[in-house]
């Protein structure tokens, strides 16, 4: 019987609470309550009060997390578990945040113009967040699943945030299409449920050796759990609203999105799907394979044919969605992929990020384009930004050198690592199919260069509208070219944290 | 280049001193090498540790042996003498101080790619070469070829005339075989990893002997796939003619001099890998020798001066595969080839910059003539580089391609075909080199009406000269006086291994007079044509269905052409109509389109993409599910 059928006829038997394992998510749900008071009663408070409210909170939940740092436990009689791949997961996402806070900020603001986007958006982005965490965290298909519907809502109303046609348009397709996804993956989790009597993880993984469940229930269910996540990383074929999402939304939103959606989902998707489900790795790997060689490949050749950056960033992203499915499918049999996928994200999110702040800096140069259609991220835009803009074409080299995978920046070794994962789990041919990707994939990276070194600017250069001057946008790009750069160069420490992400506890 | 408008003067000489400085410092090391006896000349240079995780250490260890000292002398030299030239070559151009900064970072990258002591620090030289050579490619990337018109004035041609010389063109071509390449080093490396844990070059050549015959096979051939990439080999040599369309420095320097020789730097340092495998082996010595001689006769049908270079550099890169593909009796003539070819062609396309220079960047045969007595300085080191490249006894070439070639014959077997390729690629060489001289510097003037070509300044003039003595004499002087190789062989005995015999003098005598009186052949009949009061151009006429597929570079690049632009274009339209309904509609059309109809018509149509992105959600659903239930 259902648990909450059962709460009816007697008292619900509650679980014992660990303050101290959710640490880190109840500080973001507080300072996100804070921020949305400030918001309501305090209209006039200026972007940078709140955008230092917001790295308040994150910080706070940053030095929380690290108190925890050791902790490695099931909480929540396992609803919540503790261990490498939550630490992991729950660092990068709070940088991952604080870039998009210095990100948002910034804001699409140009002389004398008002703000585009409305104060709200600083509580949302610690929703997003909370969410995300929990995702990483969660060892409970209901909780993944409560989880997963609140980073959605959040992210759903960001990208919408302005009054932007593009934006507008953008958010409802998310909200469309990503309801859709939802309810394939709660129909999975009730399939799990029905097929094993329990939607907690470790229970589903002893259920997997035994022989009595209901065999094709269970299977018909990790299809559709599949579904799902495939959806949140934007995998092919799940992946067509990405590139209008992207392009529509704006790029603040668009940044965190890219790069915060994919650790929480792929964090996620191995604990689910290489810890719990690891017993079904015949069944699920065919599958997983597929969808990476069409990620990687549809990813890549579509890219090829883009105009805009922030569309090609958007296909970019898809067929880096691939790579790491790469290092999913690997990782039930072979721990390296666990950590190698870890570390994959640690800096996919930087080099993405750092990608979307050269392209919010780049779209503030010129006067704002036509309401509809969003920003100025054309490849026209960028011919001969090495000239006027140096410093930003300089990190736009680095950030798109690094998504090819050329030693030595960070992109490099997170590709490496993935590729040796594969080999190790035996999976040779999906690695060469991902090479090929990559290989494809180079092309388009480095036309952006070519556009941006190699091409004479177009119009008069006197022309641009001077940026509305904040450090915001300067020291978030800063710290993302650093970490890109010295990610590359020490990239040691980084690895044997993300190996002890290799046990996944349930 | 942040400080590039302050700079701007003096960035030529910055450049130029930093690598004549790194030379200096190559020479050092290279005398302190030569301090210690011949099986201590390897010094591991450990340097930091990039990381250490599980099994895999990797460092940015250099390496100094013969091998890489002798890779290194000759990259810094000639990068040296390559600077010097570019001040006077590029003086004119408004964004020397990137070419310079590029350059620089090229010579760079070069030099992490012989000195690395594992494969991954040398993929990093590997990559960064390759990306300087494509930016370098496309340096002059709005300047189109130049045409002469009816009227016999020189004009900027259309990019849809000169499609395949247009600089972007050129650098995508570049960057694609190159790319294909990369592919094979990546995969190799995977490979070699898997199979030994390690990526230091100790371990894994100490590990070679005992690989499993298929899987060395597989490494040694996936490795000599990106040298047909990076050293422009068949089938992946189409880049390098139409990378012509960079400044000639760079076609000097990069894709003849130093760039293209890591392949053959590759064989030869891996070489304990294709010993392992027979098979590769023979790949190897067929893929040279076909080049050599396809390259050979393109390079007859050319009328582009950088292009008959381009080719001839192709076929003389075979010459070199054919002699690291013959084991331990043909690496060091293999080498040899290296270090004269450096020299010789290096020259010969700064020569050939220094008549562009001074016939207005004409680059057409037809149009030259008689440059003899206004282009002296030219005229003289050019003809000495013709020597070397012809095999004229005792020049620089003479001794090296002698060498690979005595090596094939004594190789014996499958090493008797490419011997006899590579004596009969010797006499077209002979052909279309004399062919190229004749033409530019001797006969009557054939250039228009107005043009006064002048000599070029001192520092153009300095690093021909330099380079025309040592296409003179490096083969003697890297030779022992009895012609055997002795001296420079022993010197890489230590990396490379010893041969096992030696061939006697009397029937070595005998293969050097049967290439040299071939190239003699061909020197005579180029004279015949081309010097002589002749109207040639009528013989062409006349035996144009001879003419044509030469011309035409035997069409390969239609073949290719057809397969990648036409094949491959359909598919991306294909794709961008039937799966991206969007991105297409902003690549033709422009976004223009797109604010309009999301603009006007927004709601209906994207509803009806939102039900279409819905479908393949569900299908995708349906897909996987069906799988996982109905899967035997």
Redesign the interface.
Known sequence: MHPLAQATTQPLPLPEVDWRAIAPELALAVAGVVLLLVVAFWPRAGRGVLAGLTLAGLAAAAALTVWNWDLERVAFEGAVSLDGITRYARAVLLAVGALATLMVAQGDSREGEPDDSPPEVFPLLLFALLGMVLLAAASDLLVVFIALEILSLSLYVMAGETRR??AQ?AA??YF??GA??SA?LLYGIALCYGATGSTNLLEIADATGDPTADG?LL??G???L??GF??KVSAV??H??T??VYQGTPTPVAAFMAAATKVAGFAVFLRVFAGALGGLVV??R??IAGAAVLTML?GA??A?????LK?MLAYSSISHAGYLLVGVAAAATVP?GVSASMFYLLTYAFMVMGAFMVVQYVSRLGPPD?D??GERS?LEDYRGL?RRH??AAGLLAVFMLALTG???LSGF?AKYYV??AG??AGLTWL??VA??SS?IS??FY?RVL?VA????PVGDPGAETAPGRTPALGVALGLAGLLTVAIG????AL??AA?SAERILG | ??FGQRLRALAGWIATLAVAAAFVVALAAFFELLSHPGEERTQILRGY??????D?RVAFDLRWDPLSALMALVVTGVSSLIHLYSIGYMEHDERRETFFSWLNLFVASMLVLVLAQNF?VM??GW?GVG?CS??LV??W??RRLLVVNPLGRLVEGEPDDTREVWA?PA?KKA??AN??G??GF??AM?LI??TTGSLDFDVVFGEAGALAAGTATAIALLLFLACTGKSAQFPLYVWLPDAMAGPTPVSALIHAATMVTAGVFLVARTHTIFEASGTAQTVVLLVGAGTALLAALIAIGQDDIKKILAYSTVSQLGYMFIGVALGPIGYAAGMLHLVTHAFFKAQLFLGAGSVMHGNDDDTDIKHFGGLRSAMPITFWTTMAAWAAIVGVPFTSGFYSKDQVLAAAFEHGGIGLLAWAIGVFTAGLTAFYMSRYVFLTFFGERRWPEGRHPHESPPVMTVPLIVLAVLALVAGFALTTFTGEGGRFQAFLEPVLGAPEEHESLAAAAGLSAAATGLAAVGAIVAWLLYVRPFDWLALRRRWAGAWRPLAEKLYVDQVYEFFTVNLGGAL?AF??RN??Q???D??VNG?AE??GS??RS?RRL?SG??R???L??L???VL??A???F?P
Do not use: C, H
């Open positions: 046609l593009a348009e409802m397709k469309l299409l859709f996804s394939f094709t299977l018909a990790v299809g559709l599949a579904v495939l959806f074929p799940f067509m609203w590139p209008d069944s699920w065919p599958v549809v050749a579509l090829v044919v883009q105009t805009d569309r390296a036509d509809a259609i054309s090495a140096p410093w050329i030693p030595p070794w590729f040796l080999i190790e690695v060469v090479v090929i290989v180079a092309f480095l070519v070194y190699l091409q004479e160069l020490a990239p040691e690895i044997a190996r | 280049m942040l540790e990039w990381f250490t995780s599980g895999l991954l993929f990093l990559e990306l494509y930016l496309g340096f990337f709005n972007p650098a960057f694609l790319r294909i990369d592919v990546l995969l995977f990893f898997a991306a794709l961008a799966v991206d969007r991105g297409i902003g690549a976004v797109l604010v999301s603009a927004g994207q993409l939102v279409s992105y819905a393949g959600v299908g995708g659903a996987i599910v799988f996982l239930v899967r």
